[in-house]
């Protein structure tokens, strides 16, 4: 039986609270139900990594791991990109930013498979060079909604996938409906990435490295959340496994990583109208145009998610892509 894949999950913080009543004054590091059974539903062993301030630490534990994935959550500082927050409530997390940068360099370093989740895919753009909107209604406002508080990820909204894209493989190219709970985005496109998909409105929802030996993929949606539910009532684990819209992301993304450590690589992506660019040194993002493409409420997080779940609508071709990121 082939070994599986070990697949580490940054964790999400709740900082100390002298007024909270359970865990009184203590920091908690924790992990989403649906995001552990999607990965553990594709064949791979999900490991929270917990924020233990030590740099070595955390490159030990990527170096011990097969693939990694950022998950979503709070939003990133625009202090990690240059800008001062545009109001107190958009201010971010940058104790969780240092903690996720910390587990990227190790991922470059050790050539790992990388998929970026949500603010996962944010904060790898800023990891690069990139930069973000603080709050798209006030700095981007158009046609269509990226976050809705009362119907959270039962929200969506197109998005189209380019051909030959890392995506295109998993869900096909063309437009599909996801979910969507954040309220930053990408404003300017780090060099190491491509776009591969973008809302109606022309957001970057998508991207890949554009380096095709480099396996980094990142959307703003979450797949985890992509698969069929009853409405209003938790899914156990066995039902969130067996999701298959969402664990095709998952299986996919494993697919791209060796068990036993070593750096895959894939064919460059079809897409002819990006040339691959090297991700370092990464230009400023002050020197560098908008990342929109031209195309047809604050919250203290994008995708701190409520209890409720909703059905999703995807492609059912899409069963099997975190592992085919890690195989």
């Known amino acids: 039986m082939p070994a599986r894949l070990r697949v580490g999950i940054s964790c999400s913080i709740f900082h100390a609270d002298p007024e909270r009543e359970v865990f009184r004054g203590k920091t908690l590091h924790y992990g989403e139900e649906e995001f552990c059974a999607m990965v ?18 955390l490159a030990a ?27 107190p409530e958009w201010a971010g997390d940058p104790i969780r930013d240092a903690y996720e940068r910390a ?3 190790a991922a470059f370093a050790h050539q790992r498979p990388i998929l970026a989740v949500c603010r996962g895919i944010q904060l790898l753009n800023v990891a690069l060079g990139g930069a973000l909107y603080q709050d798209l209604p006030s700095q981007r406002p158009g046609p269509i909604a990226h976050r809705d508080n009362h119907r959270y990820d039962d929200h969506d909204h197109p998005v189209t996938i380019a051909e ?71 899914r156990g684990p066995a039902a969130i496994a067996s999701s298959p819209p969402s664990s095709r992301v998952f299986e996919r993304a494993g697919a791209g ?33 908008r990342a929109d493409a031209p195309g047809p409420g604050p919250s203290p997080g994008d995708d701190q998610r409520d209890t409720s779940a909703a059905d999703r609508r995807a492609p059912a071709s899409a069963r099997g892509a975190v592992l085919s990121c890690a195989r």
Not at 40 to 57: E, N, W
Not at 61 to 72: E, K, P, Y
Not at 173 to 185: I, L, R, Y
């Open 40 to 57: 553990a539903g594709a064949g791979g062993l999900p490991y929270i990594i917990p924020d233990l301030k030590d740099r070595s630490t």
């Open 61 to 87: 534990f990527v170096a011990d791991l097969d693939a990694l994935i950022l998950s979503g959550g709070a939003d990133v500082s625009p202090r990690a990109y240059g800008e001062a927050p545009l109001r």
């Open 103 to 105: 587990l990227l360099d």
């Open 164 to 234: 030959g894209s890392w995506l295109a493989g998993v869900y096909g190219p063309g437009e599909h409906t996801v979910n969507s709970v954040h309220h930053q985005g990408i404003r300017v496109l780090a060099e190491g990435l491509r776009a591969s998909a973008w809302a109606s409105d022309g957001l970057i929802e998508g991207v890949e490295a554009a380096d095709p030996a480099r396996l980094w993929v990142g959307v703003q949606w979450h797949p985890e959340w992509l698969g069929p539910s009853t409405r209003g009532a938790r």
């Open 257 to 289: 990583a060796e068990p036993a450590g070593e750096p895959a690589s894939r064919p460059a992506p079809k897409r002819a109208d990006q040339a691959g660019r090297a991700p370092s040194p990464p230009a400023r993002a002050a020197d560098r145009p």
